[in-house]
Each structure stands twice: as C-alpha cells, then as structure tokens.
C-alpha cells in the first residue's frame, strides 16, 4: 500500500490568515493525489483533484501543489467557514486509493 | 445534483454479517462510467477504502479485508450494496457509499452522508 502522512495533525489559525497543509507519499505518485474537506457530521467533499486543479464551485482561495512524493494544500486567507478537517488522498493506485490521516483546522 | 443515502442496521453483533444499501438519486447506475462503493471511517483507521462495483457487476476490493466484504449493485433499484462477513469491534465505524471515477482523473466526487455502525454484543 502507499502510505500517505499529512502535517501537521492539526493546526489554530485566525481568520484572514495563510495556511499550508503538507502531504507526503510513500512512494512517487506523480500528481494523482486529491485533497478533500471534511466538517463534522457531513460526507467529505472533493476540494482539488491532480493536485492542482480545483474542482468546481470550489472558493479560488484553496490552491494546491506538488508532484511525486510532496503536496501543499494552501488557503490563502481563511474564512470562518474554513475551519475543518482536511484529508489527502491518492489515486495513483486506483482502485486502491489510500488517505492521509487529516490535519484538523481550527480557530484560533 | 447526485444524492447518495446510506441505509441499514446500526448496531451488528460479532461474528455475524453487517449488510448496508446506498440509495442514488438524481442520476443512474446503470450505464455510468464510475465505479460505486464503500470507504469507512472510524478513530483508530481514519478513512479506509472497501470496494468498488461497476454497474455490470465487475467489482474490485481492498485486500486488506481479507475477503470478507461483497459489493453488489442492483441497477433497477439504483441501489448498490455491502456485505461484510465476520463482523468484530474493529469494524465499528461511519460507512459512507460513494461514487468513484476511475478514468483520466480519478477521484470521489459524491459521497453519502454515511451511517454509523456498532459491532457489539
């Protein structure tokens, strides 16, 4: 399996600030690696797919990089309705994906 | 807008079988180039992949459950289904059906709202 590993678990930060997440691969996965949110007692929802490109009806704020074994996911300004848990996923072995653990974003 | 229910019992004793439905509504199964499925989510796992059917029936699954699981679909009803044999505590966790892209881009782009279920005696 490919082991994802995100960083940090979790992060506080305030309204209007920059948020990276980090999230490395096992093994090189070129850009098949996705990034969904997640907010309590709701489904996860697909937020950028490739790890670049930004699904749509997604706020342009959240951006996302990388290729091989390192991603960043980045909110350029956060906003109250930012506050969540967010997971990366690769689909380089699709059908057997596997997710990163999560990096809970809370107010500061 | 594609809507995906989870449906069944939410508390399940060792050893016996755990059986879920997903509903879907505003679009078909049948004739779809995604595959449908199931991913878990529980404290101790985070989320965890199950499996996945296609609407003729092909399905693959994650090794890791030791075949235990059976993903059917029921194109029909619109609905797909999850067996899981042979139930213990450590299979006690939100399920969530979704819909799988495996094509070009592959990603989950609908997911239900998942269903908590308990294994316990």
């Known amino acids: 399996d490919i082991q994802m590993t995100q960083s940090p678990s979790s992060l506080s930060a305030s309204v209007g600030d920059r948020v990276t997440i980090t999230c490395r691969a096992s093994?090189?996965?070129?850009?098949?690696l996705n990034w969904y949110q997640q907010k309590p007692g709701r489904a996860p929802r697909l937020l950028i797919y490739t790890a670049s490109s930004l699904q749509g009806g997604v706020p342009s704020r959240f951006s996302g990089s990388g290729h091989g074994t390192d991603f960043t996911l980045t909110i350029s300004s956060l906003q109250p309705e930012d506050f969540a848990i967010y997971y990366c996923?690769?689909?380089?072995?699709?059908?057997?994906?596997?997710f990163g653990q999560g990096t809970r974003l809370e107010i500061k | 807008q594609l809507q995906l229910q989870e449906s069944g019992p939410g508390l399940v004793k060792p050893s016996e079988t755990l059986s879920l439905t997903c509903s879907v509504s505003g679009g078909s199964i049948g004739r779809s180039t995604y595959y449908w499925g199931w991913i878990r989510q529980s404290p101790g796992k985070g989320l965890e992949w199950i499996g996945d059917?296609?609407?003729?029936?092909?399905?693959y699954y994650n090794p890791s459950l030791n075949s235990r699981a059976t993903i059917s679909v029921d194109t029909s009803k619109n609905q797909f289904s999850l067996r899981l044999r042979s139930v213990t505590a450590a299979d006690t966790a939100v399920y969530h059906c979704?819909?799988?892209?495996?094509?070009?881009?592959?990603?989950?782009?609908?997911w239900g709202q998942g269903i908590l279920v308990t294994v316990s005696s």
């Open positions: 059917v296609y609407y003729s029936g092909n399905t």
């Open positions: 093994q090189g996965i070129s850009n098949y």
């Open positions: 996923q690769q689909s380089y072995s699709t059908p057997s994906i596997t």
């Open positions: 979704a819909r799988h892209r495996y094509q070009l881009v592959p990603f989950i782009d609908f």
